[in-house]
């Protein structure tokens, strides 16, 4: 089926869905107190979850912060979890630390381990070259044989050219995130945006690495900030936004596609980031649950 079809199918043809998708989280390394998250509260995150959605699945951006990698997997373990395991090679120091912790704990836990990603949005911010970014995924998958190794990134950078060389590299997985609220959207059109967008970098992927290209193509962010949050252009923060917002990613996921909603969990540690123009934008109600792990609204697809 051809992503591009699916805004007009969806209107029309419920009946022909095929296999859904999956829906898997985004997942912080901290408590709400910015304490680093032990086994323990892994495994309390895991329950929440597949509680409240079913889903078993999550990512996260560096496996060394707060030694992630050690208490999650065996976390994942216990209750039947699999995790994308982050590294972020922006700098040297993380890139290694990270890889080096993936390389001691990933084997023990093979089971555990649905991916590893190699940067996120390293092409958005500029970081990196395609040819850069090959390299640092050539050297995991080097350093970690045996798992599926990708990067995520903005739909635009997949969309404009800008990860083409990365593209014709045929990496195992590739993550595509794609945000209506970041797009300045009004929630009744913020769907329709996300759709759209995700369908341009999934048909350029096609275009530049064949129709066959094996790549296996995840939305790796989406989602919307709740009461408390901070609006952007026309989209605005709110429980109900963010709940109707949900219900297309739930319809994605009936589709057949993947993705991961960001994030699990409000992560009130996190400090106010300072946006163009000098205002403080709040970055902690971005939570599909609150910090205490209770749903702000169903979680079913
Ligand atoms: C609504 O979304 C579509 C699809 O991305 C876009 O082309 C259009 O410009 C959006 N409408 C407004 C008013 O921004
Ligand atoms: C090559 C390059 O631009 N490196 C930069 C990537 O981003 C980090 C911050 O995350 C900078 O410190 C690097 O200099």
Redesign the pocket.
């Known amino acids: 089926m051809h992503f591009s079809l699916l805004a007009a199918a969806l209107a029309v043809a419920p009946a022909l869905v095929s296999a859904k998708g999956t829906l898997g989280f985004a997942l912080g390394t901290k408590n709400a107190d910015g304490t680093c998250k032990a086994q323990s509260d892994y495994e309390a995150d895991f329950d929440a979850i597949a509680d409240a959605s079913g889903s078993k699945l999550v990512r996260g951006y560096s496996a060394s912060d707060c030694n992630a990698a050690q208490y999650i997997l065996p976390a994942a373990k216990s209750k039947g979890f699999q995790v994308v395991l982050g590294i972020w090679p922006d700098v040297q120091k993380s890139f290694d630390d990270d890889r080096n912790i993936i390389a001691k704990y990933a084997p023990q836990y093979k089971d555990q381990v649905y991916a590893i990603t190699v940067g996120s949005e390293t092409l958005y911010r500029g970081n990196f070259t395609g040819d850069q970014l090959v390299d640092k995924i050539n050297i995991v998958k080097k350093a970690v044989p045996g798992f599926k190794v990708g990067t995520a990134d903005s739909w635009n950078k997949y969309d404009d050219g800008t990860a083409d060389a990365l593209i014709r590299s045929k990496p195992d997985i590739l993550f595509v995130n794609a945000f209506g609220f970041w797009?300045?959207?009004?929630i009744e059109?913020?769907t329709?945006?996300?759709?759209?967008?995700l369908n341009r970098a999934y048909q350029h992927i096609e275009n530049v690495a064949g129709a066959d290209h094996g790549i296996e193509l995840w939305n790796g962010e989406t989602g919307w900030p709740t009461d408390g949050g901070s609006d952007f252009k026309?989209a605005k923060a709110g429980t109900d936004n963010a709940k109707a917002y949900y219900a297309g990613v739930c319809s994605l996921i009936d589709w057949g596609y993947n993705a991961f909603y960001f994030e699990a969990f409000d992560e009130p540690w996190k400090p106010a980031s300072i946006g163009d123009g000098g205002l403080a934008a709040d970055e902690t109600h971005w939570g599909a649950m609150t910090a205490d792990r209770k749903t702000k609204f169903s979680l079913q697809c």
């Open positions: 797009q300045g959207q009004k059109n913020a329709h945006q996300y759709f759209d967008d026309d």
